[in-house]
């Protein structure tokens, strides 16, 4: 059954209450104590583009990731944290709008809606209650490009991403590197249907518009120190993760933080069914870049892999898009204590071994271990239920 249209007005009027609620009662990380934190260079990109700060202080990569700052800039309130709020609220709707459009255009039912939405409204990292706590950021764009490019992608209106990809760009790099393997599973995918589904020209032509803007970016916005490039950081990650191979614990166990039970269980319907779809193509490819992002492109882990929201519960839902409402209710009791639905997020500042206790990636190995332990039970007690 198709989800009707009037459903949309009551998920955006949800979002907003749970908007106004978290930022009611979750108090911001206090940046000037927790210096670690990305928000404190977007400060410098803000006060920079307000008047506040006469030179560009902002070191690579951060320099080129403009946008949301500069819209923060433009209302201009006197308060900060206010105008990045703001900012944040309009894409959080403008993000359930395009998932809307995106999850009708594949055909779920309402419960895949209720359960995505509920997952993104309310898990601690994600897109309200994160950024509620960090609301300096950069973040929140992301989730709704991703699902216009999805939706580009499946309405096959490609020529839309000669402007989604610069603007998405300029808003954060990782949105090239996207595009960029959208290309080579494009070429892949032609070769083998020969069908001509991906313009091939066209997808390069947008990846060249990104290219200028991030170039122009970096001129005129240059950094204060160059970093280590794209490559290096890749590089230097993966270096970590086989030096140190309780790195690739934790990656594991950030996945389940950020997806619960429901990804390893998509995984697995996967590996066991095989079949040739473009849909299902596209999902897990995005699904698996964002998954290889959490290890390999910083280290806060379960935020980077959070971030491909559109991507991997997207795919999560169009695998498990058959389960009856009976085990998708089991699925979602057990994945409830993931989402800490009853605490706020500590404030590193003043609390940091609490704050990193929340983290798979900080936390100490025996949190860590227990939530291993807790993946197979809960796997084991859905597949049971499910047979």
């Known amino acids: 059954m198709r989800i009707r249209l009037y459903w949309l007005p009551i998920f955006l009027t949800i979002t907003v209450a749970a908007f106004l609620f978290y930022k009611n009662v979750q108090e911001p990380v206090t940046y000037g104590l927790a210096p670690a934190f990305d928000g404190n260079d977007y400060t410098h990109i803000y006060h920079y583009f307000v008047g506040l700060e006469d030179s560009y202080q902002v070191p690579f990569p951060f320099n080129g990731r403009i946008l949301a700052p500069w819209l923060a800039a433009q209302i201009d309130s006197g308060d900060m944290i206010r105008d990045f709020q703001w900012v944040n609220l309009f ?46 950021t950069v973040d929140l764009p992301l989730y709704f490009f991703q699902a216009l490019l999805l939706l580009i992608i499946l309405k096959r209106k490609f020529v839309w991403l000669l402007i989604l990809a610069p603007l998405a760009t300029a808003q954060k790099e990782s949105f090239l590197a996207l595009v960029v393997i959208l290309i080579a599973y494009g070429i892949w995918h032609n070769r083998k249907t020969e069908e001509g589904y991906y313009p091939i020209p066209l997808l390069v032509s947008a990846v060249a518009l990104s290219l200028i803007v991030k170039f122009s970016i970096a001129y005129y916005f240059s950094p204060i120190e160059e970093g280590k490039g794209v490559i290096i950081t890749l590089l230097y990650h993966a270096k970590e993760a086989i030096l140190h191979p309780f790195e690739i614990v934790r990656w594991l166990v950030a996945m389940f933080v950020a997806f619960g039970p429901a990804l390893f269980l998509a995984g697995r319907k996967y590996i066991l069914t095989n079949r040739y779809d473009n849909t299902r193509n596209v999902l897990l490819i995005f699904t698996l870049t964002y998954l290889a992002f959490g290890i390999l492109a910083g280290g806060d882990m379960t935020r980077i892999i959070y971030l491909g929201f559109p991507f991997i519960a997207t795919w999560i839902m169009y695998e498990l898009r058959e389960m009856r409402t009976k085990p998708l209710l089991i699925l979602g009791l057990l994945s409830l204590p993931l989402m800490m639905l009853h605490q706020h997020i500590p404030d590193p500042a003043f609390q940091m071994e609490l704050w990193k206790s929340w983290y798979p990636e900080f936390a100490s190995t025996t949190t860590v271990l227990v939530l291993v332990a807790f993946i197979p039970v809960s796997l084991s007690i859905l597949l049971i239920k499910r047979n």
């Open 91 to 136: 894409f959080t709707l403008a993000s359930i709008v395009a998932l809307f459009a995106l999850w009708r255009q594949v055909g779920f039912e309402p419960k895949w809606f209720i359960a995505g939405f509920f997952w993104l409204l309310f898990h601690w990292t994600g897109i309200i209650r994160l950024n509620a706590f960090d609301p300096v």
